[in-house]
């Protein structure tokens, strides 16, 4: 179904999302505030604690799956008896386990930790990965959070192959029917016609461009994007500031990051996950309810006969 060709401006704020994205979103709007709300109620917990913890969090894993007796412990983390006897020792004295029937089981607290350890171990291996990512979008990436990205394919551009990123974004633009997005750039390098002959003719397209990155393509394909968005294919809006590229494909969802030298795609991240999905989605709608339709400066009326450009 190709996007929505109506260039009424939705000035509505996008629908809420579900309660994990919601929880996901709130997180990310109060992290700056966390240190001050847990200096207001005092009792910060000793790094020693908390490096206790993590420490303990194999065991934590492990348990958070079965109860296990102690011979079982041992055996599943591949540790001795004493060091199992010290796991052991430490999660009663802190009430995160109980024994029941020989076997250690989780309290209700021990549960929270365990999930608690395993969602910083998993977002702190996600923000390694993202890393090219979150280092291209510092300044702007408050609304962005990495939990949906922690399966993510992260291609990064290297001497070897500058284009990697491009090429990722382009094979995924070709699988897909559809293609919404939003970008502080092109797409893809301008020289790359092949590219936007996909856009113009064989994807049904929506993007938001800032209003010269919109005047230079008309520049250079005038012929194609007017009859692009003549036919419906092609919708394209403005806006005045961008925060990265968004890419919303059939079936992925892509962020990529630029360098601000070059202008060259230096790392593009992509993922399937539904939470992901929503994300972007999300974000989209934000943008777009603040973007503008196209304006008189760029008028795609029908052309002149004889201009084949």
Known sequence: MAPDSDN??????????????????????????????????????????????????????????????????EARLDVSRATSHRFTQWL?????VEKVDGRFQLTGRGETIADEVLRFEANVRTIHRLAPLLDSICEDHQEFVVEPFV??????????????????????????????????????????GEFHQRIFDGTDTEIIYLPHIVETLFETYPTQA?????????????????????????????????????????VFVDSDSPIAQEWADRVYATVKADSDPLDDRFDPSPLKEGDTR
Do not use: C, W
Request: hydrophobic share 35%; proline share 6%; net charge negative.
């Open 226 to 266: 007017t009859e692009a968005i003549n036919r419906g294919h092609l919708t394209l809006r403005t806006r005045d500031d961008l925060p990265y590229g968004l890419a919303i494909f059939d079936e992925r969802v892509g962020i990529g990051g630029y360098d601000e030298r070059t202008g060259l795609m230096e």
């Open 92 to 96: 009663d004295e802190q009430g995160f």
């Open 8 to 73: 009424s401006n939705d000035a509505t704020s996008p629908a809420p999302g579900s309660p994990v994205l919601e929880a996901l979103l709130e997180n990310a709007r109060n992290q700056q505030y966390l240190g001050q709300r847990l200096d207001a109620v005092g009792d910060r917990v000793e790094t020693s604690r908390l490096g206790d913890i993590v420490r303990h969090g194999p065991v934590l894993e492990a348990l958070r799956n079965d109860p296990l007796d102690r011979r079982e412990i």
């Open 151 to 192: 399966d993510a394919t992260v291609t990064v551009a290297t001497p070897e192959d500058p284009y990697q990123p491009v090429e990722r974004f382009i094979s995924l633009v070709h699988a897909s029917e559809t293609f919404r997005g939003f970008n502080t750039t092109h797409m893809a390098p301008l020289v790359l």
